[in-house]
């Protein structure tokens, strides 16, 4: 639900409209649904994946589109979408079609942004929650990389708000 809510606050703040706000808020989060299939020692395991359990985990983005992409509901379509290109980074270094910039489509630069932010600032079975600071300074080294600048600025306008939905 943050993820959706964060992803939602930022769909309005880029200027989407009210119908692809909500389609985004539905569909982000089904960004990680291609998780099913991945085998729950590599889900639950704390600590660092070996390399080959890195390449497991990393085809559940394909297999979350693959899931979803044929479903005749929006909805699904655009979870399709999210799920896909929600480990792709705007300098074209991500997976699993190494695709940059705009040619990832915005419900997926959106979905990948709020699901980050959500990862850092909360405690996971492999991490420590971040501090607000530690968070700030990996999205200003990300900036550009990682994130599609605008969409970081964004971020960082709307702090406020996305902290009060962590809240």
Request: proline share 4%; charged share 30%; net charge negative.
């Amino acid at each position: 639900k943050r993820m959706a809510l964060t992803s939602k606050v930022l769909g309005e703040a880029y200027g989407l409209d009210r119908h692809d706000v909500k389609i985004l808020y539905k569909a982000a989060p089904l960004h990680d649904i291609g998780k099913i299939a991945i085998p729950d020692h590599i889900l639950n395991k704390p600590g660092k994946l070996t390399p080959e359990e890195w390449e497991t985990m990393k085809t559940h983005a394909q297999i979350g589109h693959d899931i979803l992409a044929s479903s005749e509901l929006e909805v699904l379509r655009a979870g399709a979408v999210v799920s896909v290109g929600h480990h792709e980074n705007w300098d074209g270094s991500g997976y699993p079609k190494g695709i940059a910039g705009e040619n990832i489509p915005i419900f997926a630069r959106i979905a990948a942004l709020a699901d980050v932010f959500d990862a850092l600032i909360n405690k996971r079975s492999y991490k420590h929650a971040w501090d607000i600071e530690d968070v700030r300074k990996f999205f200003v080294e990300m900036n550009g990389v990682k994130f599609q600048p605008e969409l970081v600025d964004l971020l960082f306008e709307n702090e406020a708000k996305l902290l009060e939905i962590q809240r």
